[in-house]
């Protein structure tokens, strides 16, 4: 009798060991069993692709995700100093890397890695009563640089132009260095809110203010663009500290593929 419970004891223990290497096969073979992974930084990146795609990410990655919106500059921050395990940014990471080191000198920012999961345009936004909808790209730089300074000189009304931007987000980024190559900003009125959010609320009752933000907000939005003769973009990536863990990997190719397919 004792020996018979035994037998069936051994046996269920099999049954049950194995029925957990069944689960975990697919696991085990891509190597990327799963963790708890902290992703830190752009609010943009969180808006175009975590809010709406964290779920399906997760599940398609087997990984689970604490995603922390705090802008690029902050979740780089995090990711040198080990308080994340991924960073999502909203600009080149060149540029990023050049504000780190004047903010931290000394942190390893040679060993950040970006893996680009897609790209998102800038939107040139206006107050509906701004008649101005077209200009070239040369015109906005000059705008920019405190070259032009009044809206009627883009067969405007006669008022001063005011940049909007969001303080500390990628699109700062974007501007100066793909636009401006790497000039900063001289124009004589900037203003600098928290979010892109928040900037596009201030060009929809603010008539002289020019705003650069994501398309998708300002399309959202229904506020009027400025087209010009080329597309300003910005990538929004993932970037880790060293080469990725198969865990991180996976978080990276499952959010590439399912942000891209949504578009």
Known sequence: MGRNVLSIRKWRLRMAVG????????LLASGALAETLIVQGSTTFNRRIMESHQAAIEKASGQVLTVIPNKSTPGLMALLEGRAQMAMISAPLQSEIQELEKLAP???????????IMATRVAIA????????????????RILLGEITNWKDLNGPDLPIRVGLAAGGGIVAVVESE??????????????????????????QVPDIIGFAQLPIVRRRGVPEIATDRPIETTLNLVTLGEPTPAMRSVIEAARRIANDSM
């Open 106 to 116: 000394g942190k390893p920012c040679h060993r950040l890695r970006a893996f680009e």
């Open 19 to 26: 029925g957990l290497l069944i689960l975990a096969g697919p």
């Open 126 to 141: 206006v107050h509906p009563s701004n008649p101005v909808r077209k200009a070239s790209l040369e015109t906005i730089k």
């Open 179 to 204: 636009l401006l190559k790497g000039r900063k900003m001289a124009a004589p009125n900037v203003l600098y809110v928290n979010t892109p959010v928040q900037l596009v609320q201030v060009v929809e």
